[in-house]
């Protein structure tokens, strides 16, 4: 026998039981006032008052808006939806070109703006004379589209121009366009346009 009583080895027991028992209690406590709080309403983030103040959408609406700036008048045109067709469009020589229509297939917001690639499909009446390959840029502060040839594809019938238009506030118009010549190349005829779509 090891000379320990069965009465002492169990006393000791009981005090090792109690003593991590007590430990165990004190980090609860200590720990669990941090992890239960009482159930809260989660923070109310500002919202504008058209959104109004229970908008559950306001957090993701400002952060893609810090993403994607947005026009005066609300969000940024999606210049590529659909096909403009000009309209009430002449040249100085008289020859008009309505009918003719421009299709932006792309476009990007950069730290300059927006910017858009596309091209014009020219005709006159039932004559189609091809395209002219653009790109764009649109200035939100005033709603000006300015676009500029890079080639086209019959240079026979067509001279690579510069182009000014404003977007209309509903984003379904483009007025007041003007055309012009590009420099250092062959001069084109000057004239007027507009678009719808």
Same mark, same amino acid.
């Given at each position: 026998?090891?000379?320990?009583?069965?009465?002492?080895?169990?006393?000791?027991?009981?005090?090792?039981?109690?003593?991590?028992? =007590?430990?165990?209690?004190? *980090?609860?406590?200590?720990?669990?006032?941090?992890?239960?709080?009482?159930?809260? %309403?989660?923070?109310?983030?500002?919202?504008?008052?058209?959104?109004?103040?229970?908008?559950?959408?306001?957090?993701?609406?400002?952060?893609?808006?810090?993403?994607?700036?947005?026009?005066?008048?609300?969000?940024?045109?999606?210049?590529?939806?659909?096909?403009?067709?000009?309209?009430?469009?002449? %040249?100085?020589?008289?020859?008009? @070109?309505?009918?003719?229509?421009?299709? @932006?297939?792309?476009?990007?917001?950069?730290?300059?703006? *927006?910017?858009?690639?596309?091209? @014009?499909?020219?005709? =006159?009446?039932?004559?189609? @004379?091809? +395209?002219?390959?653009?790109?764009?840029?649109? %200035?939100?502060?005033?709603?000006? *589209?300015?676009?500029?040839?890079?080639?086209? %594809?019959?240079?026979?019938?067509?001279?690579?121009?510069?182009?000014?238009?404003? *977007?209309?506030?509903?984003?379904?118009?483009?007025?007041?366009?003007?055309?012009?010549?590009?420099?250092?190349?062959?001069?084109?005829?000057?004239?007027?346009?507009?678009? +719808?779509?």
């Amino acid at each position: 026998m090891d000379g320990t009583s069965p009465k002492t080895s169990l006393f000791g027991s009981a005090t090792v039981v109690a003593a991590i028992i =007590s430990s165990l209690t004190a *980090l609860l406590t200590a720990i669990l006032p941090g992890l239960i709080t009482p159930e809260q %309403d989660p923070p109310v983030t500002p919202t504008s008052e058209a959104a109004g103040p229970l908008d559950p959408h306001a957090s993701l609406r400002q952060t893609v808006s810090a993403v994607r700036p947005e026009a005066p008048g609300g969000a940024v045109p999606d210049l590529t939806y659909g096909v403009w067709t000009l309209t009430a469009s002449t %040249d100085d020589a008289g020859t008009d @070109f309505s009918g003719s229509t421009l299709k @932006f297939t792309s476009q990007r917001q950069t730290p300059a703006g *927006l910017q858009a690639a596309g091209f @014009f499909e020219w005709r =006159s009446g039932q004559q189609v @004379f091809g +395209r002219e390959y653009v790109t764009a840029a649109y %200035d939100a502060a005033t709603r000006q *589209l300015f676009l500029e040839s890079q080639y086209v %594809d019959n240079s026979t019938e067509l001279a690579p121009g510069t182009f000014s238009a404003t *977007l209309s506030a509903d984003g379904r118009q483009l007025l007041d366009g003007a055309w012009g010549n590009t420099p250092g190349e062959l001069a084109g005829v000057l004239g007027s346009w507009q678009a +719808r779509r």
